[in-house]
């Protein structure tokens, strides 16, 4: 089989899903994190991408040839990788006869082929759809888990204009959150903080770190005291009870153990690392 070179300049969308780490018994089944990114690439190793209205730009320079760019921690929650269009498309991936054959499919408007590898140290095999005539691979998942990585929108350009990768002189996102976090941080001198009253252990000093005061939006830093087997970090996030759930932030970790309840007035989620809240403090809590 002929030896494909690396792929030329490509746009297209990147989306992950990564199961989260398990809260314990007695809980539902853990809310996975999703990630969907929009990319620009251009070889060698030029990113941009772009989630929420913010935008980021960055060069990446990789080392030696890895089997498709896709690499799970080992020793700890293997879903725990920083999601990147980087690990589908990887510059210089190498000949595709390193990989089995597989069966012929198509991905959207795509020719490619199914193959399967061993997969990480949770769950079992790895199937990967890797592109016929690019080196990349436009869906990864393993069976049995909520784990996957895909490309959508996949365009192929011939080239990118410069400006696309220049880095953004001044963001308008990072002054609008400062600005919320200023607001938020005076409103809180003078009126009290929702501190749990029932938090299973003992707490330092709670601080506000971000929030909206004219809709009540809040996410609070709990800075509770470590303790062997207990918390290493706590966040409390308060919403009015039309917003989208708090999915930003630490909860954007699929190592965050995450916990969420609804009350007539707000809806809350509870973010904590170390170890999750037992069904039984949760219920003290809530």
């Known amino acids: 089989m002929a030896t494909v070179g690396p792929p030329t300049c490509l746009t297209g969308r990147y989306r ?17 994190v999703e990630t969907v990114l929009d990319f620009a690439f251009r070889p060698p190793s030029h990113w941009r991408t772009e989630s929420a209205g913010r935008v980021s730009v960055s060069e990446v320079n990789f080392g030696a040839w890895q089997p498709l760019g896709l690499s799970f921690p080992s020793g700890e929650l293997p879903w725990a990788f920083s999601p990147s269009p980087a690990r589908l498309i ?10 089995p054959t597989g069966e012929a499919t198509r991905w959207e408007q795509r020719s490619a082929r199914r193959v399967e590898l061993p997969g990480p140290s949770i769950g079992g095999a790895l199937r990967l759809v890797v592109d016929s005539q690019l080196p990349i691979v436009l869906c990864a998942d393993v069976p049995g888990t909520e784990y996957r990585e895909e490309l959508t929108g996949l365009l192929v350009h ?25 607001r938020t941080r005076a409103h ?53 009870l039309t917003d989208p759930p708090y999915r930003t932030g630490w909860a954007s ?34």
């Open 16 to 32: 992950a899903v990564r199961p989260r780490a398990d809260h314990g018994p007695g809980h539902p089944p853990a809310e996975p």
């Open 90 to 99: 990887v510059p210089e991936l190498g000949p595709t006869d390193l990989l």
């Open 158 to 182: 011939t080239a990118l204009p410069e400006s696309l990768f220049a880095l953004p002189v001044d963001d308008p996102a990072d002054h609008g959150e400062l600005r919320c976090y200023e």
């Open 188 to 240: 809180y001198l003078s009126s009290p903080l929702p501190i749990p009253a029932a938090w299973p252990g003992a707490l330092n000093r709670p601080s506000p770190i971000d929030g909206d005061p004219e809709t009540g939006y809040l996410v609070l830093d709990l800075d509770p005291v470590p303790v062997p087997d207990g918390f290493t970090g706590a966040q409390l996030i308060r919403q009015p």
């Open 253 to 286: 970790d699929p190592r965050t153990y995450l916990h969420r309840w609804r009350d007539a007035s707000w809806q809350w989620t509870v973010l904590v690392t170390g170890r999750p809240l037992t069904p039984a403090e949760l219920g003290r809590l809530a």
